[in-house]
């Protein structure tokens, strides 16, 4: 009983700002910081929801930031299950190694690599292009240490009966580990969707151009300082940036838990 209670209390606690945050979206700007604090708006404001995409490129933004995180979700999931299938099933020297020193990069801050990385891209020409958020994000050390973990716990009798019948070793891994490892799949695609799409500081170095902005850099460009900012709108536009995470967790919320719940487990 009382850790249903403690359970409750930290969804409350886990709920309040985003409550906070729709009702205030609702709300004129000035009520939205009025004293006392005024949870409940006096009048619906349903204007702010207009407003935001009238005074605001919001269709530009969510456009950039879905292809972003549409893109780059596709190719972590493709390259890491790929990777993952090496570091599962084949054998060659170093191997275990090299997945060691591949999966140790994710204890390495991006902050300390940031720079020379701005300044390769540079040289390379896709700075202030879409193209260097999808290079930096395109391979990542967790979904390859992900999708190991799942392939590990499906019995390797099946690739060894399917080599016997022929089928070469990326055919065993579109055929047969693809769609036995939904699960994880499901789990890293939601996992990149969300930090894609949140991702606030690879778009504010890389993306100058106002027409190349995410909603994260959009909305950002609402709060000019703390006593000008509309923060109605301002809501009212992180509202609609919360629906699109809300609906692809629903979505996948039963192989998300499945995935991550499974990945750990082996044999």
Known sequence: MFGYAALIVFAIGLLAPF?????????????????????????????NYVDIWAKSGM??????????AVVVTFLQVLTG???????????????????????GTIAVP????????FILLSNLKVSNT??????????GAFGVFLMKQYYETIP??????????GLSEYGIWRRIMV?????????LALLTFVNTWNDYLGPLIYLRNPDLWTIQLGLKSFV????????????????????????IFMLGQKYFVEGIATSGMKG
């Open 59 to 68: 269709m530009v933004w969510i456009r950039n930031t879905l292809l972003l």
């Open 156 to 165: 390797e009798e099946l690739s060894e009966a399917a080599r016997i019948d």
């Open 224 to 247: 000019s300082n703390l006593y000008d900012t509309n923060y109605a709108l301002l809501f009212a536009g992180l509202c609609i940036s919360v629906v699109p995470i809300a609906i």
């Open 81 to 103: 299950s790929f990777a993952a299938y090496g570091f599962s099933r084949m054998r060659f020297p170093g191997r275990d190694v090299l997945f060691l020193a591949y999966v």
């Open 130 to 139: 879409l193209w260097s958020i999808i290079l930096i994000q395109a391979f």
């Open 19 to 47: 409550a906070w945050m729709l009702l205030s979206s609702l709300k004129s700007s000035n009520e939205v910081f009025s004293a006392p604090i005024v949870w409940w708006p006096e009048t619906f404001v349903w204007q």
């Open 110 to 117: 991006w902050q300390s690599y940031m720079i020379p990385q």
């Open 179 to 187: 769609p036995l490892s939904v699960p994880a799949i499901a789990s």
